[in-house]
């Protein structure tokens, strides 16, 4: 069928934006509640200067995708 990829592409897009925008609302929430980092990011502040390195967080963050990427690509049968 011609234009059957640009209809999957079309959903993919807005699975995709829908997904980027849940994940938004949770990190401006968890802000809002005070949440700032876990134990091991690198906070640095002075009167002047305030420098951030989610070390702890960036790795959380990239175990718990892998984890999700690794599922969905069992689901898929890849």
């Not at 134990?39 to 718990?64: C, F, H, Q, W």
Request: net charge positive; hydrophobic share 55%.
């Amino acid at each position: 069928m011609p234009g059957r990829g640009m209809a999957d592409l079309g959903r993919i897009l807005v699975i995709a934006g829908v997904l980027i925008a849940g994940i938004g609302a949770v990190i401006w929430g968890l802000g809002r509640l005070g949440f700032r980092g876990l134990p091991g990011d690198i906070r640095y502040e002075t009167e002047n200067v305030k420098i951030y390195v989610p070390l702890a967080s960036m790795i959380v963050l990239s175990v718990v995708l892998s984890i999700v990427l690794w599922i969905i690509q069992r689901i898929g049968g890849r």
